[in-house]
């Protein structure tokens, strides 16, 4: 069964243009946003002209759009690639977790341009229907790993998968998202490393604290 956005590729071919071109909109569009980006900043970096990414993506709204579905998409893919369904439910939502704080902390673009759709309230989100079935998944995942657990008395039966989504993306997302402030403001002398393997065990603890009886 295809997914909800399988047509974005698992890699960009960087000798095809149009991927030249998507890939220069992620970058621009996290750094800028919709509206500090331009068509010509994004055609320079692709190595082309303005006119050839109006050829691939007609308009800058368009390409902005399709880079939100594609970080969206992206994140959604690699938490059904862990495979879980096979997985006791707690080592399942542990691997979950680290999964969604890995993800977080290694694509640090998806971080930013979710932030600057947040600053346009939603604005082209709410344009996606695609968007919304992408995203199902999320809740889908963690209501199979919730309803096993709390089968086997394992979670607490008044949970449910929006909040523990919420919980642990929060974590992820304040972790990318505040990380030069935080640093500067509480941590100057910490090993980055270090300080990233603490995070990351202490977003598991959270998550099994509030989920477990």
């Known amino acids: 069964m295809e997914h909800p956005g399988s047509d974005f590729p698992e890699r960009f071919d960087e000798s095809n243009l149009k991927d030249k071109i998507f ?119 963690l209501e199979e790993i919730l309803s096993r657990g709390q089968q086997k008395q394992l979670f607490n039966k008044q949970v449910n998968a929006r909040d523990v989504h919420r919980l642990m993306s929060s974590f992820s997302f304040h972790y990318v998202a505040n990380s030069y402030s935080f640093s500067m403001l509480f941590e100057e002398s910490a090993d980055p490393m270090a300080q990233r393997q603490y995070y990351r065990e202490m977003a598991v603890q959270v998550v099994l604290r509030y989920t477990c009886p």
């Open 23 to 141: 890939l220069s909109a992620i970058a621009l569009f996290a750094e800028y946003g919709l509206n500090g980006a331009r068509m010509e900043q994004i055609a320079e970096r692709a190595g082309t002209t303005k006119r050839m990414v109006v050829y691939h993506y007609k308009t800058k709204e368009n390409l902005y759009l399709r880079v939100i579905e594609y970080v969206y998409t992206m994140i959604r893919r690699s938490e059904r690639q862990l495979n879980l369904a096979e997985i006791p439910p707690v080592e399942a939502m542990v691997q979950l977790v680290e999964n969604t704080f890995d993800y977080h902390a290694d694509h640090p673009d998806f971080i930013r341009i979710i932030c600057m759709e947040n600053m346009q309230r939603g604005r082209f989100i709410q344009q996606s229907a695609l968007l919304r079935n992408v995203n199902r998944s999320a809740l889908t995942l």
